[in-house]
């Protein structure tokens, strides 16, 4: 039999087992581990089927369901830890889809704008020319090879990997005399990289072990690190996020988890930055790297924003280097690298993530565990021809970065006319601004989390607009937002900030001097902040 038969075979198996062994422990029902306050009983729902035979009594009355933010149902204790969105902001996010309200330049310009999610969708168009245009696509997804109609290796099919190979070995590692090749056995290809990062925290560590981030970080990360592997995030403060940890600040990082009882096991580590948009030196990343290995710890660098990088190669910059040429294609067992083409290539709708590991074992067992997040054939064989077409590649990432450069710089001009201090940013798809009130940044409106909160709902009520909070990234100093100018096209950026620009004024003009209404240390409150009146030329 076929090795690749062998393994389809093992694995149903291995599915079989696990669906048996489940149906015969899930008759647990009472939630006693979740992030709610109290304790929720939901038992087993009545059945609507009349064949299925549940040894079980199901509930006599409405009573015995559970309500939980409006919804009746039962879940298990595993259940319950995912009720909460994974990031609060969504909510609001949501909520500007659910309308159907979204802001269109002239048909629409008192609309929702989101500025929140972390897409680049001023390329879908170059997409859909390349993939919606001719008989090229539907060919290569549904005619090059049947193969795409049957189950296959889970990690990847070979095309697709070979041409991940390529990418990573022209525009990732280089091609140095002393330099190994990219070997495509050690890419795993699977449904987006958070789907990675669960599997890789599941498949290295065990439940409760703690992964060290430099904060602020994306905010996905505490899901993607807890909902499955069961493992714990500890933000790393750094004197200077923009720079990078220290040694010392990823020692008493780890210092202070393990005095709360914690293992430190993981190091996650995002290059170029999300949410600030730089590229740590070559000497942070070796440094951080280097000490993870004396600690006996695993690091994942994520570098989805590899080929999003916009900035010069002036002396203010620092040049975008991958770990993979860093250390010549040597990662040894321990260093994993992430990448995708959510957001190089602007799709994220796609889900195609990608694992570069040399640590042969973890591919063996991501092999069982990628299957439950398969990519399909007929897509991974689209995006094959897509990577492998170094033409289109190299005119798309070339016109990604003027667009996004574009747009960078229109939003920061904004902020810099209204005195707003930000990141200096020179990759991925957003900015980083800082609206907390302190010496340096009188101007600024935010003094504690509650302002925050408070400012983050002034922006979706009164300006109907959704941006990142700081405190949802983790940042230890209340004010600051990052906006994802990229979500949206330039002309609705425009509307946005203009928005951004007004309620800016209006609440300075409330908060700062002689005249303030407010004292320390909360800025954002009294009576004014409720009056419809005082916002209703926001829009």
């Not at 076929?2 to 647990?28: C, E, G, H, M």
């Not at 199901?58 to 919804?71: A, F, I, L, R």
């Not at 009882?261 to 790297?289: D, M, Q, W």
């Amino acid at each position: 039999m076929p090795y690749d038969n062998q393994r389809l075979v093992a694995f149903v198996f291995n599915i079989s087992l696990l669906l048996l062994l489940s149906a015969k422990t899930s008759s647990s029902f009472l939630l006693r581990s979740t992030p709610f306050e109290q304790e929720i009983v939901v038992p087993f729902p009545r059945s609507t089927s009349s064949t299925t035979n549940i040894n079980m009594a199901p509930p006599t009355t409405n009573e015995d369901w559970t309500t939980v933010n409006g919804k009746l149902g039962h879940v298990s204790s595993r259940g319950a830890a995912n009720l909460a969105l994974p990031m609060a902001y969504l909510a609001h996010h949501f909520t500007s889809i659910d309308t159907g309200n979204a802001c269109h330049p002239t048909d629409n310009p008192q609309g929702y704008i989101t500025v929140a999610v972390a897409e680049n969708k001023l390329v879908t168009d170059l997409l859909q020319e390349r993939l919606g245009t001719g008989t090229q696509t539907a060919h290569a997804g549904f005619m090059e090879d049947s193969e795409v109609y049957s189950y296959g290796p889970p990690s990847g099919l070979p095309v697709l990997k070979q041409a991940v190979a390529t990418l990573l070995q022209d525009r990732f590692l280089g091609t140095a005399s002393d330099t190994p090749e990219i070997n495509p056995n050690h890419i795993a290809i699977g449904a987006g990289v958070m789907n990675f990062l669960s599997n890789l925290f599941f498949a290295l560590g065990q439940s409760g072990d703690a992964v060290l981030i430099p904060a602020p970080y994306y905010a996905a990360f505490d899901n993607d690190v807890r909902a499955y592997a069961g493992c714990i995030t500890v933000p790393v403060e750094c004197q200077h996020p923009e720079l990078g940890p220290t040694v010392q600040e990823l020692q008493d990082a780890k210092d202070q988890a393990e005095a709360k009882g914690l293992k430190v096991r993981f190091l996650l580590l995002t290059n170029p930055h999300n949410p600030l948009g730089v590229v740590y030196t070559a000497e942070v990343l070796t440094s951080a790297i280097s000490w993870a290995r004396t600690q006996k710890m695993e690091s994942i660098v994520d570098e989805i924003y590899a080929l999003s990088v916009f900035g010069d190669d002036s002396k203010d910059n620092v040049k975008f280097e991958s770990t993979l040429k860093l250390y010549k294609n040597d990662l040894g067992h321990d260093v994993h690298l992430l990448w995708g083409l959510s957001k190089d290539f602007g799709a994220s709708g796609f889900r195609i993530g990608v694992l570069y590991t040399q640590n042969e074992l973890l591919l063996e067992a991501l092999g069982n565990l990628i299957a439950f997040a398969w990519v399909s054939h007929p897509m991974q064989r689209i995006m094959a021809n897509m990577l492998s077409d170094t033409q289109f590649c190299d005119h798309f990432l070339t016109t990604s970065t003027q667009r996004l450069r574009a747009s960078y710089q229109a939003c920061t001009k904004v902020l810099t006319e209204l005195d707003v201090p930000f990141v200096q940013a020179q990759a991925g798809m957003f900015v980083y601004l800082d609206l907390n009130h302190n010496d340096d940044n009188r101007g600024g409106i935010v003094a504690t989390a509650q302002d925050e909160a408070i400012l983050s709902d002034i922006f979706m009520t009164r300006a109907r607009m959704v941006l990142t909070p700081g405190q949802t990234q983790h940042d230890p100093i209340p004010g600051r937002f990052r906006i994802c100018y990229a979500y949206v096209s330039p002309e609705v950026l425009a509307i946005g900030m203009e928005r951004l620009a007004k309620v800016m004024t209006k609440i300075r003009a409330r908060t700062t001097g002689p005249s303030s209404e407010q004292e320390q240390p909360g800025l954002l409150g009294g009576n004014w902040i409720q009056e419809d009146k005082y916002w209703q030329d926001i829009l």
